[in-house]
């Protein structure tokens, strides 16, 4: 319904068309994700302004399913009217303006590849179709990123904002870069499975028992030496 404006109700002409509004508030009281929106074009003069409780025209909606994207408040929103009615508005997009500025702007070379969404917080979803250069970006607004590329037989890489990072290339290689300590925890059991194992470090710890078919090495220091077949060094 249309509350009163502050100098009169709004009259109840219809409103066939396209209007602009503004959102005003996002706490439906019926819990319809529906916005408040207002018209301040609805009134006897200039300085009434008019609200409403909108519905969302999305590109999916349903039972406790569907795409869920509310305009923030004080957003420019353009309305249509069912039937004309002004008490049944209906938010069918939002509009950038002078002072709302889109978050992208074309590169002038009149190429259309880019298609994007960015939070209000600033975490952004970017889907690049530019040739050779096809790719798709997550990056949250403290600078984690996930990048799914295309180019170059595609290389997935998910990068840490303190300088850790995992690249996929389309290699098969897997390569993790750690800036401190790498830890794995495996209750059942650690498989790995290798032509083979290089592990290149000042020096590696082992607690409990270490089997092993055959060991070649070039020193032994040890506190400790159990006599044995095959026990020889």
């Known amino acids: 319904m249309i509350a009163p404006g502050p100098a009169s109700e709004p009259s109840r002409q219809r409103l066939f068309g396209l209007y602009p509004g503004l959102v005003t508030d996002l706490n439906d009281p019926e819990g319809q994700g529906r916005v408040q929106v207002q018209l301040p074009w609805v009134g006897e003069d200039d300085s009434s ?4 409780w909108a519905r969302l025209a999305t590109f999916m909606a349903g039972a406790d399913r569907g795409s869920w994207f509310i305009p923030e ?4 929103v353009l309305l249509g009217f069912v039937a004309g ?5 209906v938010v069918l997009g939002a509009l950038w ?6 978050p992208e702007s074309m590169d002038g070379s009149g190429e259309n590849n880019i298609r994007s969404i960015t939070s209000r917080a600033g975490h952004k979803l970017t889907f690049d ?18 990048v799914l ?7 997935i890489t998910l990068h840490h904002s303190g300088g850790a990072e ?15 300590q790498v830890n794995i925890d495996a209750p059942s059991g650690l498989n790995v499975s290798a032509a083979m194992v290089s592990v290149d470090s000042a020096f590696s710890k082992f607690s409990g ?21 095959g026990n020889v060094w």
């Open 166 to 180: 995992i690249v996929i290339e389309s290699s098969g290689t897997v390569s993790v870069t750690a800036l401190n």
């Open 49 to 52: 302004q008019a609200t409403a």
């Open 209 to 229: 028992v270490v089997k092993a078919d055959t060991v070649i090495t070039n020193a032994v220091v040890s506190s400790s030496y159990t006599p044995g077949a």
């Open 97 to 102: 303006n002078g002072v709302d500025a889109p």
């Open 149 to 155: 590329d295309d180019a170059s037989g595609g290389t």
């Open 129 to 146: 179709d530019s040739s050779g250069s096809e790719r798709i970006t997550l990056l949250t607004q403290g600078g984690h990123e996930l």
């Open 85 to 89: 009615d002004p008490r049944r508005p």
């Open 73 to 76: 408040v004080d957003d420019e």
